[in-house]
């Protein structure tokens, strides 16, 4: 399936004119990322563009077709998943949506780096509003979290390839890594990780980049008492261990995918979530 991603005539020249003169695709990526243009936006533009030269075709005008993922458990099967730097075990799983809990995800270095980066940069968490579309604090989340850029450092790239990988789709497709510190009595209600297209701001994100359809979360500390994700049209309750994840997928809108996180009753919880969408991710 394929979605119309649309841009400026006058950026379609920009890109032709210099891939005629030599520069290479990815030079043209760099300068319009640097110009604000969301980088999987300036990736599927160019790649249109050289598609085109190299096939005799005429040259995009001001649109371009971008892959839109097809609905199925991506999760490969098996007791195993073989991503580019290491085999990940599956320890249980179920369909109909997908809900599996995967273990040694992240090592103890990795998980120790991540909140090492993220704790400078906690602010408290916030819910998307339904109706305004704005982000506002929760007093029921009580946690506090951050967002790194897609790629933003080779530790960050790494992870994001493998959590892709292990979702079954393109590295392009997937949001900025959420971090999540939760203290002693935080936790979340109830909740859905799909967009609501209840409002301008959510539907405006879907039509750029299509709806969230799967989660994974990575634990990245062992919690003393409490913090366990529950899913409870399920019936799942997924206990937090370092380094392990549980991954879940949600075509469709599907409220089975209801989960919360528990409150913490000792110690404190740490997460790394990854949400993917069905194309390539474009944050205004």
Request: with cysteine; net charge neutral.
């Amino acid at each position: 399936m394929t979605s119309q991603l649309r841009f400026a005539p006058a950026l379609g020249e920009w890109v032709a004119q210099h891939l005629a003169q030599g520069q290479p695709p990815a030079a043209l990526v760099d300068a319009m990322r640097e110009r604000q243009v969301a980088p999987a936006a300036a990736q599927a533009i160019v790649d249109a563009f050289v598609r085109a030269r190299e096939r005799g075709e005429p040259f995009p005008v001001d649109t371009v077709e971008v892959g839109t993922v097809v609905p199925g458990a991506r999760l490969a099967e098996g007791p195993a998943v073989q991503t580019h730097d290491r085999r990940i075990r599956v320890a249980m799983r179920t369909g109909a949506p997908l809900l599996a809990v995967l273990q040694d995800v992240l090592d103890g270095a990795e998980c120790e780096a991540l909140i090492a980066l993220a704790r400078p940069r906690l602010k408290p968490s916030t819910l998307v509003d339904p109706v305004s579309g704005r982000d506002v604090a929760s007093g029921l989340r009580g946690s506090l979290g951050m967002f790194f850029r897609p790629a933003e450092t080779p530790l960050i790239a790494q992870i994001d390839r493998r959590l892709a990988e292990l979702m079954g789709l393109p590295v392009s497709h997937g949001e900025g890594l959420q971090l999540l510190h939760y203290p002693v009595g935080a936790g979340s209600a109830p909740h859905f990780d799909f967009l609501q297209p209840s409002n301008d701001a959510n539907r405006a994100s879907i039509a750029r980049s299509g709806q969230r359809i799967s989660t994974l979360v990575c634990y990245l500390n062992d919690v003393a008492d409490g913090g366990e994700t529950d899913f409870p049209e399920r019936g799942w309750q997924v206990t937090p261990q370092r380094g392990n994840a549980v991954v879940f997928e949600y075509d469709g809108a599907d409220e089975r995918s209801l989960h919360a996180s528990r409150p913490v009753r000792a110690g404190e919880k740490w997460v790394a979530t990854k949400w993917m969408r069905e194309r390539p991710f474009i944050s205004l």
